[in-house]
């Protein structure tokens, strides 16, 4: 037997305590009696008293309770074995991963839009198999068909242009090793999702979409990006701005070409669609899938524990049963069987725990989202990011787990743990109400901005890429609200800075550049790169501006996180107008609160850098060393040699 809260036994140490109370109640009783009557009339006055059976009653009440904690524990003992038979449809998810989706013409770029429509349709293909296929200049498939959509969901979430090392755009490819993978499944219809900014017309397509209407492979084409286009910008972030330029050196600018898309799709009796700001039209997804024959997966077996909690109650109840029957005194009572009879309802079997009042109890254990909001409210926000995150887990709503992920964003953002929080948000960031979009773009711009900020004496260069990515937040928040004064300020205020600093950084390999020509005198250049550090960090305490007054600027433009951000997951519209907003500075008058916020920042920053035992490293020291091999590896994969383009294209 085995109890999934065993930790409840603990309550058991209570029973010795109450023992202990019922004696000193019984010797308190005695000495009262001793006080009021005489020995001799004691028995005359005093009729009827039994301590044996005030005991006997006791005794069957503490048994009844520890019966009522042995239940609470919940005890299961036996498994239940459940053949559980699958059925689904066989759809492949093909994702064009050439340098040309990397152009930013929808916020924010091709890829990303892509990635993002493609979890929005696995969600809606529940019971089917789901594959994967990366493609560009070749095709590769990243996941085979298959009922694991977390799984599938990672590997959509890690593709970029870097996952096939060949440039170019085959969706000849892509239809090619789709149809072969589809012949290793009996099912006779089969689904293909072709996410793609097109291509020029090819004759190997043409051939490959004949075949894949032969073998009734329907292909869905979705066309990601504009006809009005935008240039590609260059992946390399030591050439950060610059943008892909052809074999002539000039710089290429990538259009949506949605004729071969269109072809395709005619040609297997699907349909083309085209993926803008707007969120793909599920709906459409599932009509056209609809036709898809449905294949039977083989039998699994599910074992599932079986819960016996209803024995330690049904002992519990009989208990207590029997201390009622029992009279404290020698008169015994006589009792109707018609009360009998309902105290023995109780103990009827064949209630399951669903349809007893104990499965109400169960269920109330389980986590309320209003105790998430209070506790942020409350300002408890590890609590509070705790409960948001159980939430997530346990919501089987997608919507709801968005705005919960909102309010795990924003209580992450809150405690200054910045990598949950743009975790956070990004998962909010995938709803389709542009609303709570808005507010997840901001909450990661500030993040960003944040995050890069308290490194920013320490890792300048990384300061700088996060606050590149938090202007393109909140470009995109104001493209969505583009009448919002306060994002536009403080897009101004982070695009300021980002433009101070890129400015230092350039200034600084200037003059590194020239003490390297002085040859031996490089060591003397480090100490002078040392020096240049410490007016970095003055920098940083200055606002890069001439003293404190930058500083109060930052903290009246940026710093000013509302406290009811956490409020999303309610969906209220209320609480949506509220969210994400920035606050003034608190008035002169709540110094002792102040006071307690920066007393609360400073011991959250000293846990941060505190060096733990375990490793020798803190938390912020482990964090930099896994951007440094994050980065590391990024570079590995810019600078690998790639295949030779498909005709001299590599975009």
Known sequence: ???????????????????????????????????????????TLITGASTSRSWAIFTLQLLALACFIMALARPRWGEDKIVQQESGRNVIIAIDTSRSMLANDIVPDRITRARLAAQDVLASLKNDRVGLIAYAGNAYLQAPLTTDHDAVIEAIQSLDFTAVPRGGSEIGRALKLAM???????????????????????????????????????????????????????????????FIRDQQGNVVKTRLEPKVLQEIATATHGRYMKLGSQPLAVSVVKDLLSALQAQTNAAKELVKPIERFYWPVSMGMLLLVCAWLIHPTSRMKTYTPAMALLAWSFLTPGAQADDTFLGSIFGSMQPDPQQAHQAYKDGEFDQAEKLYEEQMKQSSSVQQQQQLAFGYGSSAHQRKDYDRAIDGFSQALESEDQGVQNHAHRGIAHSLYDQGDRVFSKQPKFSLKAWRDSVKHFDAALKIEP????????????????????????????????????????????????????????????????????????????????????????????????????????????????????????EAENAENQENDATGFSRNEARSFLRTYADDQKKAMLVRPRDAPVNGKDW
Request: hydrophobic share 25%; net charge negative; aromatic share 6%.
């Open 1 to 43: 037997m085995t109890f999934l809260a065993p930790k409840l036994f603990y309550y058991l140490f209570a029973l010795p305590l109450l023992a202990v109370l019922k004696l000193w109640a019984d010797w308190r009783a005695r000495k009262t009696q001793a006080l009021f009557t005489a020995p001799r009339l004691r028995d």
């Open 180 to 242: 072969e993978t589809f012949e290793k499944s009996p099912a006779k219809n089969h689904g293909l999702i072709l996410f793609s900014d097109g291509g020029e017309p090819d004759i190997q397509i043409t051939e490959y979409s004949k075949q894949a209407a032969q073998k009734n492979v329907l292909v869905l084409t979705v066309g990601v990006g504009t006809e009005a286009g935008a240039l590609i910008p260059d992946p390399d972030p030591e050439r950060a701005g610059e």
């Open 483 to 602: 009448e919002n004064k306060e994002v536009k300020e403080n897009r101004d205020f982070v695009k300021k800075r980002l433009d101070e600093l890129q400015k230092k950084m350039d200034e600084q390999e200037g003059k590194d550049g020239k003490k390297g020509d002085k040859g031996k005198k490089g060591d003397k250049g480090k100490k002078g790169e040392k020096g240049d550090k410490g007016e970095g960090e003055d920098g940083d305490q200055e606002g890069d501006g001439d003293g404190e007054d930058e500083e109060k600027s930052r903290k009246e433009s940026l710093g000013k996180k509302e406290d009811k951000e956490g409020e999303e997951g309610k969906g209220g519209d209320k609480d949506k107008d509220q969210e994400g907003k920035l606050q003034a500075g608190k008035d002169g008058d709540q110094e002792s609160q102040e006071a307690r916020e920066r007393r609360e920042q400073l």
